[in-house]
């Protein structure tokens, strides 16, 4: 049984952030993981593999894109929109150059939680499956 991009989701819509930041970088998250589905074809059903490293799960959900700043700026998110999702809006030091950067950390945040979930469920559905077969 393999882990899906809805069983992520589901489970990112389960977190509680306890920072504005937080909450930004689990929104992205999902942003990815439902862009990845319409990107590849297979929606929200499509399956997510483990490898042994993160770098192959990395690369699939990136879509062709070279980095996670790059990933960002195919989005149509103003500086301000980008600012408000994170809650930087009050931060007024932050270049309009550095924005992307800033965005750029998060959606590799958001990946980082991504590659935690899944490996967390696949982990999860190992153990269920040991025990009912064992």
Avoid at 2 to 25: F, H, M, P, W
Avoid at 68 to 77: A, D, I, L, R, V
């Amino acid at each position: 049984m393999k882990v899906t991009i809805d069983d992520v989701i589901e489970r990112l819509d389960n977190e509680s952030a306890q920072a504005d930041y937080a909450e930004g970088v689990i929104k992205y998250a999902m942003d990815i993981l439902i862009h990845a589905g319409k990107y590849r074809g297979g929606g929200r059903r499509e399956a997510l593999t483990v490898p042994s490293r993160y770098a192959p799960l990395e690369e699939y959900l990136l879509c062709g894109c070279e980095d996670w700043e790059q990933y960002g700026n195919t989005e149509s998110m103003s500086d301000g929109e980008i600012a408000e999702r994170l809650g930087l809006e009050k931060v007024l030091d932050i270049e309009k150059s550095d924005m992307r950067k800033v965005q750029g950390q998060a959606l590799r945040s958001a990946f980082l939680l991504i590659w935690a979930e899944v490996c967390c469920l696949n982990r999860m559905r190992e153990t269920f499956m040991i025990r009912r077969t064992g």
